[in-house]
């Protein structure tokens, strides 16, 4: 394992907390893990006014039946606000498997989440979110996203409360910094990720970014790169976390 991604560095563009245990991985399996977060991740439970608004909704959780978590981020903002943890009989549900695990740290609970795709219209499949009429559900989230989820679930009868604990940023950085290293595949992990990654190489670095090879988590990242004119298609994960995008990297350098 130790040599198989011999002479290869990858982009990894995650916040700088979330991309270690990526960075490990492929360093383990003999790769060059280059750090270039293409987003930062800041937590409303740390602002004040926010925080009053969140604390507001968490204090009446007691009236819900479920809890769902977006990211692993949301679960981390989530547990800047609920030191007790959630109420016992709230049902917690993750999008994906990274944050069912990010739950577990926090409150040694288990979360349901999709059998197989890691997304909105996964969760909506659950037999937990089929019959849900008069139900409150809340939503932990960063500020924006899509709306699908609640909508759906609106339409179905649930009444939900979106609590939004975190919000991100663009970092303020160029892609000078890495233009002079060898850079053999860039991993994107959120379509905001490839939009930031874009915003961030603007005119000057455009060109050369189009020609990366890209490594992704969902194939909707990857349409959005064909969209955005990247020249090769982006190799799409197996599965929705880092043991996926290693995967992904071994399998394309097997391939190269």
Aim: include cysteine; charged fraction near 20%.
């Amino acid at each position: 394992m130790a040599e198989r991604l011999k002479n290869i560095s990858i982009l990894v563009t995650r916040p700088i907390d979330q991309a270690r245990n990526l960075c490990r991985l492929i360093e383990e399996a003999g790769g060059k893990a280059i750090q270039f977060p293409v987003m930062e991740i800041s937590y409303d439970a740390e602002n004040s006014e926010a925080r009053q608004a969140l604390e507001a909704i968490t204090q009446q959780l007691d009236s819900y039946r479920m809890a769902i978590f977006v990211s692993a981020n949301a679960v981390r903002g989530a547990a800047r606000l609920l030191r007790q943890g959630p109420p016992e009989q709230l049902i917690l549900a993750a999008v994906g498997k990274a944050t069912a695990e990010a739950v577990e740290k926090c409150w040694q609970r288990e979360a349901i989440l999709p059998a197989r795709h890691f997304n909105s219209e996964g969760l909506l499949a659950l037999p937990q979110l089929q019959h849900i009429k008069h139900q409150k559900i809340v939503i932990f989230r960063g500020r924006g996203g899509r709306e699908k989820l609640a909508a759906e679930l609106v339409n179905r009868g649930a009444e939900v409360t979106y609590a939004a604990v975190y919000h991100r940023n663009v970092p303020q950085t160029t892609l000078d910094i890495v233009r002079n290293q060898s850079i053999d595949a860039i991993c994107v992990t959120s379509n905001e990720g490839l939009q930031n990654l874009c915003e961030i190489a603007g005119a000057g670095h455009r060109n050369w970014l189009l020609r990366q090879q890209l490594v992704v988590i969902s194939q909707r990242s990857a349409d959005l790169a064909r969209q955005l004119g990247f020249t090769h298609e982006a190799i799409v994960a197996p599965s929705a976390n880092d043991q996926g995008l290693l995967s992904a990297i071994l399998s394309w350098k097997n391939n190269k």
